[in-house]
């Protein structure tokens, strides 16, 4: 199971090392406000390219304590040029507010591609800084996108470079695989899944071939002697619990007399202890005692020896 769960995670590490997902799929800023958020339904009041209808739509916004800020792109048909963003630039300082400054076109890189830009913001000595704008237009092959960031709260207003950054980080957001780098990963990983199958084996062939010995079992000499007891126990005869009763005997009665017998209770005798085993005779003793038999044997022949000779003399005829 560990291992498992150690394969999955290298896995997913390799995984993820080998793709990049980006912060919001779709062309879409990447690193927007913190308090920003989406909705779609907002609108400015005029578009960089106004007289364009744009075929894409998307929007940013945050309200806080009054003050509007919001971030508007707009995607338009085909692939626009400087000149359209210089012609956009006129038509804005035509129909500027009052007291509106416009900063000069720039050309910079979004997405890793050529786009062109300028700043704008409104101020003056009575109200000082209203607001202030960055607008830039990303051009690709077939579309062409338009960031505007207009922003009114104090601390954007505080850091005009901060509306310059955010609109920088558009891009087209898509996961991105690298093969490569996928392949080279997953061979490392099948090198060592099979590096470690191969030690394993080899590990389980070294304990196979190791030879197993039996231990024999430490005897107890009181658990023999209880045993031994035990056996001895059950070999003994046992007498039977039973008892026999004899019949009531009665006689007739005598004349003169009322005599009545009892009946006897005869009683089974009780068995005899079973004979003790003798103990088993050690060597010495043997040896000890063939040789006081044979000095025992020896003094009764030299007794016979040492008897006195008897002459036997013949009776006398009678005749």
């Known amino acids: 199971m560990n291992r498992n769960l150690r394969t999955a995670t290298v896995l997913l590490i390799a995984t993820?090392?080998?793709?990049?997902?980006?912060?919001?799929?779709?062309?879409?800023?990447?690193?927007?406000?913190?308090?920003?958020?989406?909705?779609?339904?907002?609108?400015?009041?005029?578009?960089?390219?106004?007289?364009?209808?744009?075929?894409?739509?998307?929007?940013?916004?945050?309200?806080?304590?009054?003050?509007?800020?919001?971030?508007?792109?707009?995607?338009?048909?085909g692939t626009l040029e400087m000149e359209d963003v210089m012609a956009a630039q006129d038509s804005a300082r035509v129909h500027a507010a009052t007291f509106v400054r416009f900063g000069e076109i720039e050309s910079i890189t979004i997405d890793e591609r050529p786009a062109w830009a300028w700043a704008e913001i409104r101020q003056n000595q009575q109200i000082g800084v209203d607001w202030i704008a960055?607008?830039?237009?990303?051009?690709?092959?077939?579309?062409?996108?338009?960031?505007?960031?207009?922003?009114?709260e104090p601390g954007l207003k505080a850091k005009p470079d901060t509306l310059r950054t955010i609109v920088a980080s558009f891009g087209i957001g898509k996961t991105t695989w690298n093969y490569p780098l996928i392949a080279v990963l997953f061979g490392s990983l099948l090198l060592g899944v099979s590096v470690l199958r191969a030690r394993a084996q080899e590990r389980q062939r070294r304990l196979q071939g190791i030879a197993l010995k039996t231990i024999p079992k430490k005897e107890d000499p009181e658990a023999e002697a209880s045993a031994a007891e035990g056996a001895l126990r059950a070999d003994a005869p046992t007498a039977p619990a039973a008892t026999a009763s004899s019949g009531a005997a009665t006689s007739a009665p005598t004349p003169g007399t009322e005599a009545a017998t009892k009946p006897v209770e005869a009683t089974a005798p009780a068995p005899k202890?079973?004979?003790?085993?003798?103990?088993?005779?050690?060597?010495?003793?043997?040896?000890?005692?063939?040789?006081?038999?044979?000095?025992?044997?020896?003094?009764?022949?030299?007794?016979?020896?040492?008897?006195?000779?008897?002459?036997?003399?013949?009776a006398p005829d009678p005749d």
Not at 22 to 49: C, H, I, K, W
Not at 136 to 141: L, Q, R, V
Not at 275 to 303: D, F, G, H, L, M
């Open 134 to 152: 960055y607008r830039a237009m990303i051009p690709y092959d077939t579309i062409s996108y338009v960031v505007e960031f207009h922003g009114g």
């Open 273 to 314: 202890p079973a004979p003790t085993p003798a103990e088993p005779e050690s060597i010495a003793a043997a040896v000890a005692r063939a040789a006081a038999e044979a000095e025992a044997a020896r003094k009764r022949s030299s007794a016979v020896q040492d008897l006195p000779d008897f002459e036997i003399e013949a």
């Open 16 to 77: 993820s090392a080998a793709c990049e997902v980006p912060n919001f799929e779709g062309p879409q800023v990447q690193t927007p406000p913190p308090a920003f958020f989406l909705q779609d339904e907002s609108y400015q009041q005029r578009r960089m390219f106004d007289h364009l209808d744009p075929i894409y739509h998307d929007a940013w916004v945050e309200t806080a304590d009054g003050h509007f800020s919001g971030i508007f792109i707009n995607g338009y048909s």
